[in-house]
């Protein structure tokens, strides 16, 4: 009982220090929008074509002398994005930097995200810790418990390459508030809330309509668990005898009957309704919006079709913009075609594979995309970094992490200095400033193939503690 | 007798015939007559000028006209009007047209800017093309490309790359007043040769054969400081109300020179200095001995702008202003100030609606068959007393350049600085209570150069001002990557007491596929021109006309003229991809594609432990004994956990099958395709 109540001030502690960097972190971000010529919005690493501020402020200029956004090749986003943030990259106070009220948005976008990962979080880690008690496995470090969400939400907010996004004025927070949202309505259960961010999500940056699988299965097996297998043959001793020696009695009635549960095919068919009505009604607002102009036909061709050809080619952190600079003019369908095709071919056997664990399953394909993609910046890599926090536990024995932590670092400190000499000072080429995000993507792919090993290591792990345990 | 008779009746027969045709006789000479009034004319003019910069302007200006195809008896049947051209017009239904090609550029604040020359003549360097098209809306495009590609024939220029819509625009008001159906395109980069200067000529009558083209020597032609050769198309053609000429080709050709000065040492120019004395033959090497015997006037000019006249007025009295004013009547072309070789056949005084006495001075000389061979005329200017002044200028001098450094991002900087005109030079308008600048400004910006309209700034005097009050007017079309350039026209508005404003506008650049770089990509690429003009100012000289001979270029200026300037073409340097590098870069993407497919795959399909065991011992005893190796397995799973046994085992023993059926379907897919698809190509 001792234990428990330093357990439990401990955790209240932790609590307190949690809002403590909460409030740094935003005072931290205020700070950096005051910092006038550091010019991140700017940077290709941080703003790409399609979450660019500078385009976002022509695309609204653009429908103020009544054109239509997508006029010309500046604006590539969402028409609703337009009227939401468009009237505050006008508004100007004297003596202020300029776009001052659209930083605070993105400042409240990325602070509810990072709330919402952690809400994400606090669900995993019960639901994790909930089935490792019914599995009677007593991992060693059990004791010294994280609070996953905790971390993973200060990882969002404390990370570098969240941070410039934010004060780079890039839209990617708002993409990544959308994307948290969906997870965190899936893992919650509240099938509308889902709804509303895929269909958000989907229709701020396209990629994210493969989240689909995972919040399926979200919705319809429950939060991450071992497979069900491994319960299947211990269920039975589980309801003979609860147990009653670390937790309270009320809480393991609560979960009890959540555990070994089948695919529930109810919550999907609904967030399948949600999800038709809530497009029906986004392109309605889109097509009232654009109603003057050239329609919904001239949205999609300007947003997705702009997406998935691949038009701007100038420099980012991804490798594709190189390869289509290149690429002979009549291989380049075949290649976006091999591009797109990869992102959908790894689909299918990671969801067979991570079927019982569709957060982490949505984690691998989150950074899946966030390499891919036609246009990534480093947005999408914060998001992803921080859900990696999320699976604290699991992925203790990830392999290389040293290595690849500096790995990271150095991509992010070498890619400004290769981007300066290629651009600004002309001594450098090209070759120079894609070796770096060649260098990048590797080290994504280490991330992920190492995870995913980890995950599936972890996996086996549970299944011989768990066997051993009940032979 | 009889034959007699017969002769007679014959006689008479014919005096009948001859009677009866007569009607008919005349009325062919009447129509004739008729048509002579309307014929194809040709004339051809050379207009002299000093500049204050010791350079000499030569302007030739030689205009052709037909007359309508419906009133012409012979149809379309041209003496004396170029073929070609006529067929371009009816075959593009053009009705106005403007080629020209021009080397150097002109200084506007030494060769001037407010006079029918500068604002007609001079061009942005390289190759300008605008026409008007008498074509429904939809059929203009594609008129414009075959014009293009036709001009590109005829003049042996690289003007079919005006044919891409990514290299032509559609200006609404911004370059022209009545620009519907217009298309404007520019190649600022295309070099300008003799072998354009060949096909231009052979649209005169007379070539470079006789008359005043003989001047035109190629060495001390191109050894000039500008050089603009320019054709003018004005068709009346499709005009319902239209006049009975029809169409009106003017080609001029404007070069500036510098006299070879043989007593003053070139380096500088002081008040005290005489300005270099020139004659035809020594700036181009060449006399007119004659004048084309199809031209129906041919006369040579010197011009005397505003300022000179307003110079030498300073220097010199009423007795010696009325020598230079009135040299013809004199007898003598000698006065205190300068000399000239020749008698001028007649003297235009400018006359100006307002009372002035700084007005220009025309010395005409006609040339006549008085100069052959054994006398040829060889006009001769020479200076008495060193001369400075400056030259009439518009009334905002405008300059373009690029702000900031590096490859990525930049602005375009629009300088208009006033020249402060006197106030005759200000319309009525200006003066008057309402007092403000209109500029106009067409500026085309190609795609590669990504503009963000919502930065544009202007700052007057040093001093950022709020767009709504300069900004009068203003129509953007934003440039659309590999489809079409940015257009942005606007009409400011600027107070009257301006001394200097400036237009800022930022740009991103863009990033090119490696095919779309021009050859010599690490020079940069271009933007061009941008068209700077003043609705307010009219640029038209009138003179004290005789009616006697009214020759083209003197009714040319007498028209309004609208002030034009061209601002510097503006090169802006782009980074590169490695030109070198497309199999690398595509072999080495693949590679990290091929990692990532290949290690995630390798790891999801893994097992380890005993799964390993177990699948080792599957593969060994598969070949032998099937039916026990799947009951042991059986066994062997059955400890570890739950199979699915009957799926598992099934798939091992139908693993050879598949394995058959898969490489039957891959086969057959490919029989299909090369059946549906080879048999196409």
Same mark, same amino acid.
Request: neutral net charge; proline residues 6%; hydrophobic residues 45%.
């Given at each position: 009982m001792k234990a428990k109540e330093q357990f439990e001030e401990k955790m209240k502690k932790k609590k307190g220090k949690f809002w403590i960097w909460m409030m740094l972190s935003v005072i931290f971000r205020l700070l950096m929008i005051y910092f006038p010529n550091l010019n991140l919005s700017s940077r290709p690493e941080v703003s790409t074509p399609l979450t660019s501020i500078h385009r976002l402020a022509e695309g609204y200029w653009l429908k103020q002398s009544s054109m239509s956004p997508y006029t010309g090749s500046m604006y590539h986003g969402s028409p609703l994005l337009l009227s939401l943030l468009g009237p505050l990259t006008v508004k100007r106070i004297e003596g202020q930097p300029d776009h001052l009220l659209c930083s605070f948005a993105f400042v409240v976008a990325d602070v509810l995200s990072a709330l919402l990962i952690r809400g994400i979080g606090q669900n995993l880690q019960r639901a994790y810790y909930q089935s490792l008690k019914l599995l009677k496995v007593n991992l060693s470090k059990n004791s010294e418990i994280f609070p996953a969400g905790d971390i993973a939400s200060l990882v969002y907010v404390w990370n570098p390459f969240t941070i410039v996004a934010c004060v780079g004025l890039s839209t990617s927070p708002i993409e990544n508030l959308a994307i948290v949202l969906t997870l965190y309505g899936a893992s919650k259960g509240q099938v509308p809330l889902a709804a509303f961010g895929f269909v958000m999500a989907t229709h701020l940056s396209l990629y994210p309509v493969i989240l689909i699988i995972p919040v399926i299965l979200l919705l319809g097996n429950g939060l991450d668990a071992p497979p069900r297998k491994f319960f299947e043959r211990s269920f039975s001793r589980v309801i003979e005898g609860p147990s009653s020696d670390s937790c309270s009695q009320q809480e393991e009635v609560i979960n009890q009957p959540e555990v070994p549960k089948g695919f529930s095919l109810r919550p999907v068919i609904y967030f399948l309704l949600w999800v038709s009505l809530f497009s029906v009604y986004l392109l309605l607002l889109c097509g009232v919006s654009l109603k003057q102009f050239g329609g919904l036909w001239e949205m999609f061709r300007s947003t997705y079709g702009f997406i998935l050809t691949v038009q701007d080619l100038s420099p980012n952190i991804g490798i594709l913009w190189y390869l289509f600079a290149e690429v002979f003019e009549f291989f380049r369908d075949f290649y976006l075609i091999v591009f797109h095709i990869n992102i959908l071919f790894m689909i299918l056997p990671l969801s067979i594979r991570l079927h019982h664990r569709p957060l982490f399953l949505a984690f691998v394909l989150l950074s899946i995309l966030a390499m891919l993609k036609s246009y990534p910046s480093v947005g999408d890599s914060a998001l992803y970094l921080s859900f990696m926090g999320l699976f604290v536990d699991e992925l203790v024995d990830l392999e290389f992490s040293f290595f690849l932590f500096c790995g990271y670092i150095g991509i992010s400190l070498l890619s400004p200095v290769m981007h300066n000499l290629w651009i600004?000072?002309?001594?450098?080429?090209?070759n120079f400033y894609f070796a770096n995000a060649m260098a990048y993507a590797c080290f994504q792919i280490v991330l992920v193939v190492e995870s995913v090993s980890t995950m599936l290591n972890h996996d086996r792990k549970l299944r011989k503690l768990s066997a051993v345990k009940h032979s | 007798m009889k034959m007699d008779s017969v002769l007679n009746a014959m006689a008479s027969f014919l005096r009948l015939i001859s009677l009866l045709c007569l009607p008919i006789l005349f009325a062919v000479s009447a129509i004739g007559s008729v048509s002579e009034g309307v014929a194809e004319d040709f004339s051809e003019d050379l207009l002299l000028k000093p500049l204050p910069d010791r350079k000499v302007l030569a302007h030739f200006h030689f205009q052709s006209t037909a007359p309508s195809s419906r009133s012409n008896s012979y149809g379309r049947h041209h003496h004396l009007f170029p073929k070609a051209i006529s067929q371009l017009v009816h075959k593009y239904r053009i009705k106005e047209m403007e080629l020209s090609f021009t080397q150097g550029r002109w200084r506007y604040d030494r060769w001037?800017?407010?006079?029918p020359i500068s604002s007609s003549n001079a061009k942005p360097s390289g190759v300008e093309l605008w026409a008007v098209f008498d074509v429904p809306p939809n059929e203009v495009d594609a008129t414009w490309k075959n014009l293009t590609h036709s001009l590109s024939g005829l003049f042996c220029a690289s003007i079919n790359f005006l044919e891409s819509s990514t290299s032509y625009s559609a200006p609404k008001w911004g370059f022209h007043p009545a620009s519907e159906n217009m298309r404007y395109g520019t190649l600022p980069r295309e070099a300008v040769c003799t072998e354009n200067l060949t096909p231009w000529l052979k649209l005169l009558p007379c070539r470079d054969k !006789? &008359? @005043? !083209?003989? @001047?035109?020597?190629r060495p001390s032609i191109y050894k000039g400081f500008y050089h603009s050769q320019r054709l003018h198309l004005l068709s009346s053609e499709y005009d319902s109300n239209a006049v009975d000429l029809a169409i009106v080709l003017d080609q001029t050709l404007t070069v500036v020179l510098q006299p070879h000065s043989h007593r003053g040492t070139l380096g500088y120019s002081t008040a005290t200095q005489l300005q270099p004395s020139w004659s035809l033959s020594s700036i181009f090497g060449r006399r007119v001995t &004659?004048?084309?015997? @199809?031209?129906?006037s041919s006369n040579v000019y010197i011009q005397l702008d505003r300022g000179l006249m307003a110079e030498l007025q300073g220097m010199l009295g009423e007795q010696e202003m009325f020598a230079i004013i009135g040299a013809s009547s004199e007898g003598s072309g000698s006065n205190p100030a300068f000399e000239l070789s020749a008698n001028p056949d007649r003297v235009h005084m400018e006359i100006s609606s307002r009372d002035d006495k700084h007005l220009s001075v025309l010395y005409m000389f006609m040339v006549e068959e008085k100069y052959d061979d054994s006398e040829p005329l060889d006009l001769r200017f020479t200076w008495k007393i060193p001369v400075a002044w400056s030259i009439p200028q518009a009334p905002l001098h405008v300059t373009r350049f690029l702000l900031g450094s590096g490859n990525e991002r930049g602005a375009i900087a629009l300088q208009l600085k006033s020249t402060k005109p006197s106030d005759r030079l200000m319309p009525d308008t200006v003066i008057s209570d309402s007092c403000s600048l209109l500029v106009r400004v067409f500026q085309v910006v190609p795609w590669y150069i990504k503009v963000y309209y919502h930065t544009l700034q202007v700052f007057i005097d040093d001093r950022p001002h709020t767009i709504a009050n300069v900004v009068e007017k203003m129509q953007v079309s934003p440039s659309k990557d590999k489809v079409s350039p940015g257009v942005m026209e606007m009409l400011l508005k600027f107070p009257c007491g301006l001394k200097s404003a400036a237009l800022t506008i930022e740009f991103d650049k863009g990033f090119l596929h490696i095919d779309e770089y021009p050859p010599d990509a690490h020079q940069g690429l271009d933007i061009p021109s941008a068209v700077i003009s003043f609705p307010d100012f009219f640029a038209s000289t009138q003179f004290m006309e005789n009616n006697i001979s009214k020759s083209p270029i003197l009714s040319k200026w007498q028209g309004q003229s609208p002030i034009l300037s061209y601002t510097e073409v503006l090169l802006v340097p782009f980074t590169t991809p490695d030109f070198s590098m497309p199999y690398n870069v595509i072999t080495i993407t693949c590679t990290v594609l091929a990692l990532y497919f290949g290690s995630l795959l390798n790891v999801l399909r893994r097992r380890v432990g005993e799964e390993e065991r177990f699948m080792k011992s599957k593969g060994t005893n598969n070949f032998h004994v099937s039916h026990l190796v799947s009951k042991s397995l059986a066994r062997l799973r059955g400890r570890q956990w739950e199979p699915s046994e009957s799926q598992s085992s099934s798939s091992i023993s139908n693993s050879k099958s598949k394995l058959l059926f898969k490489v039957i379907l891959v086969a057959g897919l490919a029989a299909a395709w090369q059946y549906y698809f080879g048999s196409g190509t």
């Amino acid at each position: 009982m001792k234990a428990k109540e330093q357990f439990e001030e401990k955790m209240k502690k932790k609590k307190g220090k949690f809002w403590i960097w909460m409030m740094l972190s935003v005072i931290f971000r205020l700070l950096m929008i005051y910092f006038p010529n550091l010019n991140l919005s700017s940077r290709p690493e941080v703003s790409t074509p399609l979450t660019s501020i500078h385009r976002l402020a022509e695309g609204y200029w653009l429908k103020q002398s009544s054109m239509s956004p997508y006029t010309g090749s500046m604006y590539h986003g969402s028409p609703l994005l337009l009227s939401l943030l468009g009237p505050l990259t006008v508004k100007r106070i004297e003596g202020q930097p300029d776009h001052l009220l659209c930083s605070f948005a993105f400042v409240v976008a990325d602070v509810l995200s990072a709330l919402l990962i952690r809400g994400i979080g606090q669900n995993l880690q019960r639901a994790y810790y909930q089935s490792l008690k019914l599995l009677k496995v007593n991992l060693s470090k059990n004791s010294e418990i994280f609070p996953a969400g905790d971390i993973a939400s200060l990882v969002y907010v404390w990370n570098p390459f969240t941070i410039v996004a934010c004060v780079g004025l890039s839209t990617s927070p708002i993409e990544n508030l959308a994307i948290v949202l969906t997870l965190y309505g899936a893992s919650k259960g509240q099938v509308p809330l889902a709804a509303f961010g895929f269909v958000m999500a989907t229709h701020l940056s396209l990629y994210p309509v493969i989240l689909i699988i995972p919040v399926i299965l979200l919705l319809g097996n429950g939060l991450d668990a071992p497979p069900r297998k491994f319960f299947e043959r211990s269920f039975s001793r589980v309801i003979e005898g609860p147990s009653s020696d670390s937790c309270s009695q009320q809480e393991e009635v609560i979960n009890q009957p959540e555990v070994p549960k089948g695919f529930s095919l109810r919550p999907v068919i609904y967030f399948l309704l949600w999800v038709s009505l809530f497009s029906v009604y986004l392109l309605l607002l889109c097509g009232v919006s654009l109603k003057q102009f050239g329609g919904l036909w001239e949205m999609f061709r300007s947003t997705y079709g702009f997406i998935l050809t691949v038009q701007d080619l100038s420099p980012n952190i991804g490798i594709l913009w190189y390869l289509f600079a290149e690429v002979f003019e009549f291989f380049r369908d075949f290649y976006l075609i091999v591009f797109h095709i990869n992102i959908l071919f790894m689909i299918l056997p990671l969801s067979i594979r991570l079927h019982h664990r569709p957060l982490f399953l949505a984690f691998v394909l989150l950074s899946i995309l966030a390499m891919l993609k036609s246009y990534p910046s480093v947005g999408d890599s914060a998001l992803y970094l921080s859900f990696m926090g999320l699976f604290v536990d699991e992925l203790v024995d990830l392999e290389f992490s040293f290595f690849l932590f500096c790995g990271y670092i150095g991509i992010s400190l070498l890619s400004p200095v290769m981007h300066n000499l290629w651009i600004w000072r002309g001594t450098g080429n090209a070759n120079f400033y894609f070796a770096n995000a060649m260098a990048y993507a590797c080290f994504q792919i280490v991330l992920v193939v190492e995870s995913v090993s980890t995950m599936l290591n972890h996996d086996r792990k549970l299944r011989k503690l768990s066997a051993v345990k009940h032979s | 007798m009889k034959m007699d008779s017969v002769l007679n009746a014959m006689a008479s027969f014919l005096r009948l015939i001859s009677l009866l045709c007569l009607p008919i006789l005349f009325a062919v000479s009447a129509i004739g007559s008729v048509s002579e009034g309307v014929a194809e004319d040709f004339s051809e003019d050379l207009l002299l000028k000093p500049l204050p910069d010791r350079k000499v302007l030569a302007h030739f200006h030689f205009q052709s006209t037909a007359p309508s195809s419906r009133s012409n008896s012979y149809g379309r049947h041209h003496h004396l009007f170029p073929k070609a051209i006529s067929q371009l017009v009816h075959k593009y239904r053009i009705k106005e047209m403007e080629l020209s090609f021009t080397q150097g550029r002109w200084r506007y604040d030494r060769w001037g800017g407010f006079d029918p020359i500068s604002s007609s003549n001079a061009k942005p360097s390289g190759v300008e093309l605008w026409a008007v098209f008498d074509v429904p809306p939809n059929e203009v495009d594609a008129t414009w490309k075959n014009l293009t590609h036709s001009l590109s024939g005829l003049f042996c220029a690289s003007i079919n790359f005006l044919e891409s819509s990514t290299s032509y625009s559609a200006p609404k008001w911004g370059f022209h007043p009545a620009s519907e159906n217009m298309r404007y395109g520019t190649l600022p980069r295309e070099a300008v040769c003799t072998e354009n200067l060949t096909p231009w000529l052979k649209l005169l009558p007379c070539r470079d054969k !006789s &008359g @005043l !083209s003989v @001047l035109m020597d190629r060495p001390s032609i191109y050894k000039g400081f500008y050089h603009s050769q320019r054709l003018h198309l004005l068709s009346s053609e499709y005009d319902s109300n239209a006049v009975d000429l029809a169409i009106v080709l003017d080609q001029t050709l404007t070069v500036v020179l510098q006299p070879h000065s043989h007593r003053g040492t070139l380096g500088y120019s002081t008040a005290t200095q005489l300005q270099p004395s020139w004659s035809l033959s020594s700036i181009f090497g060449r006399r007119v001995t &004659g004048k084309c015997a @199809l031209a129906r006037s041919s006369n040579v000019y010197i011009q005397l702008d505003r300022g000179l006249m307003a110079e030498l007025q300073g220097m010199l009295g009423e007795q010696e202003m009325f020598a230079i004013i009135g040299a013809s009547s004199e007898g003598s072309g000698s006065n205190p100030a300068f000399e000239l070789s020749a008698n001028p056949d007649r003297v235009h005084m400018e006359i100006s609606s307002r009372d002035d006495k700084h007005l220009s001075v025309l010395y005409m000389f006609m040339v006549e068959e008085k100069y052959d061979d054994s006398e040829p005329l060889d006009l001769r200017f020479t200076w008495k007393i060193p001369v400075a002044w400056s030259i009439p200028q518009a009334p905002l001098h405008v300059t373009r350049f690029l702000l900031g450094s590096g490859n990525e991002r930049g602005a375009i900087a629009l300088q208009l600085k006033s020249t402060k005109p006197s106030d005759r030079l200000m319309p009525d308008t200006v003066i008057s209570d309402s007092c403000s600048l209109l500029v106009r400004v067409f500026q085309v910006v190609p795609w590669y150069i990504k503009v963000y309209y919502h930065t544009l700034q202007v700052f007057i005097d040093d001093r950022p001002h709020t767009i709504a009050n300069v900004v009068e007017k203003m129509q953007v079309s934003p440039s659309k990557d590999k489809v079409s350039p940015g257009v942005m026209e606007m009409l400011l508005k600027f107070p009257c007491g301006l001394k200097s404003a400036a237009l800022t506008i930022e740009f991103d650049k863009g990033f090119l596929h490696i095919d779309e770089y021009p050859p010599d990509a690490h020079q940069g690429l271009d933007i061009p021109s941008a068209v700077i003009s003043f609705p307010d100012f009219f640029a038209s000289t009138q003179f004290m006309e005789n009616n006697i001979s009214k020759s083209p270029i003197l009714s040319k200026w007498q028209g309004q003229s609208p002030i034009l300037s061209y601002t510097e073409v503006l090169l802006v340097p782009f980074t590169t991809p490695d030109f070198s590098m497309p199999y690398n870069v595509i072999t080495i993407t693949c590679t990290v594609l091929a990692l990532y497919f290949g290690s995630l795959l390798n790891v999801l399909r893994r097992r380890v432990g005993e799964e390993e065991r177990f699948m080792k011992s599957k593969g060994t005893n598969n070949f032998h004994v099937s039916h026990l190796v799947s009951k042991s397995l059986a066994r062997l799973r059955g400890r570890q956990w739950e199979p699915s046994e009957s799926q598992s085992s099934s798939s091992i023993s139908n693993s050879k099958s598949k394995l058959l059926f898969k490489v039957i379907l891959v086969a057959g897919l490919a029989a299909a395709w090369q059946y549906y698809f080879g048999s196409g190509t």
